[in-house]
């Protein structure tokens, strides 16, 4: 079952501020009139019975004292930071399983929580930017991967190359080591090779992860449409991202395309790391470093 957070955490924003406000406009006065006529009829006032009639509502207390908690984490979460955890190793290297990370919720505009809607353009996604959003075949679900495509932008994948707009994405070879990603026992355990290349996107110089003894995809080309980004992870062989997105309600155009409006927001730290499982592990500050 799916939990729609950011809808949680306004409804009860909106159930606590409105005792809260409740209370300040009708029920307040009402304490307050009531200790004001008790002691005016009497020479001197009960503590306990002055105490008792100012006392809030249980259901009153309990909302005005979590309201400003609330607000609090629902203004930081909806406009400025989110932090979110890395389930998958699809954009490793940059990303491991186990990292968790900070997105900026205000890079790419203010949206309002809940409706996704921008009311404030800040600033547009560019090439090479690791971007969290939602997915487009399953909204209720977060995704992160790099932007390669921006829109009006041609890509095409063929041979484990990327092309943008008919210019090959330069990389570089960085090294070649054993893939970790192949379980214990595995018969190409001990032979099966992974090229780590650096690779310029744009103004961003980042890691990708390519398998020599992986499958190469047949050759294709995307069109970006306007209002959407072509979306692909790090770890090009190991990634559910825009080169394999479809879905029968969708154009076929738009096949594999983030739109705007599901944008969440731009990665920019590792904060903590922590592996699983997490009961037999401790949570490791070795991986804190900035996003590229």
Do not use: C
Request: no cysteine; net charge neutral; glycine share 6%.
């Amino acid at each position: 079952m799916h939990i729609n957070f950011p809808l949680l955490l306004v409804l009860a924003v909106a159930v606590t501020g409105f005792l809260a406000l409740i209370d300040l406009v009708w029920h307040a006065p009402k304490r307050r009139r009531a200790r004001a006529a008790y002691e005016a009829r009497i020479d001197v006032a009960d503590p306990v019975v002055v105490e008792r009639m100012g006392k809030e509502p249980l259901l009153v207390e309990y909302g005005k004292s979590f309201f400003p908690v609330l607000l609090v984490v629902l203004v930081l979460r909806s406009f400025l930071v989110e932090p979110f955890q890395i389930p998958s190793g699809s954009m490793k290297p940059t990303l491991e399983v186990g990292d968790f990370i900070l997105v900026n919720k205000f890079a790419y505009g203010i949206r309002l929580p809940v409706l996704d809607s921008k009311v404030l353009a800040v600033g547009d996604p560019e090439r090479g930017d690791v971007m969290v959003f939602r997915y487009p075949n399953d909204p209720r679900i977060n995704y992160i991967k790099r932007v390669v495509g921006l829109p009006g932008d041609r890509v095409r994948y063929a041979d484990k190359e990327l092309f943008v707009n008919g210019e090959k994405v330069p990389t570089s070879l960085v090294e070649v080591k054993l893939d970790d990603e192949l379980p214990a026992g595995h018969p190409m355990q001990h032979i099966a090779e992974v090229r780590v290349l650096e690779e310029q996107l744009g103004d961003t110089e980042h890691l990708i992860r390519v398998e020599r003894l992986a499958r190469t995809p047949a050759p294709m080309e995307w069109q970006v449409p306007p209002g959407h980004y072509f979306m692909m992870g790090d770890n090009r062989d190991n990634s559910n991202d825009s080169r394999y997105w479809s879905a029968p309600s969708m154009p076929r155009e738009l096949w594999g395309m983030v739109p705007d409006n599901y944008i969440v927001g731009k990665a920019f730290a590792i904060w903590m790391h922590w592996p699983e499982p997490k009961l037999r592990n401790l949570p490791s500050f070795s991986r804190v470093a900035l996003i590229h």
